[in-house]
């Protein structure tokens, strides 16, 4: 059986048909995944975001789909700066939501894709993963000959 699962580190088995794994994080974008003759494509919801601020790898047969990776003391430093400015410029936040947030999904692929080939495209917020898939050998039939 071919099979396509996701993996990130706290177990959560909310999705049917394989488990999921949250990551640690608050942010965990949503995934679609469809399985075509010819592909697994996989659909992830990334707003606000641009293809600058993914990166995607692939190692033993694990695909890895992550916001790129900030330092927490360069975040500090941006937090410290922006309640500075905002006292020089005499205002505050009344309402204070939209936060900057990393995330990390991991795909365990199945045996049957063509890494070479994987693509991806970033459109309105949406990151589409491609990855095709090898044909599959056929049976083939073994005469037996008498010695």
Request: some cysteine.
């Amino acid at each position: 059986m071919n099979e396509l699962s996701l993996f990130n580190t706290l177990f959560d088995d909310n999705c049917v048909g394989f488990p999921v794994f949250k990551t640690s994080t608050n942010y965990v974008p949503k995934v679609d995944v469809k399985e075509t003759k010819n592909a697994y494509v996989l659909d992830m919801d990334l707003p606000g975001l641009s293809e600058k601020d993914v990166e995607i790898d692939l190692k033993d047969n694990i695909l890895t789909v992550a916001s790129k990776d900030e330092t927490p003391a360069e975040n500090e430093k941006e937090h410290k700066s922006e309640e500075k400015n905002e006292v020089e410029e005499d205002w505050q936040w009344l309402i204070h939501e939209r936060r900057t947030t990393t995330f990390e999904r991991r795909f365990s692929l199945p045996q049957d894709i063509d890494s070479e080939t994987i693509s991806a495209v970033f459109k309105n917020g949406v990151l589409t993963v491609t990855i095709p898939r090898k044909a599959q050998a056929s049976a083939k039939r073994i005469n037996i000959s008498v010695a």
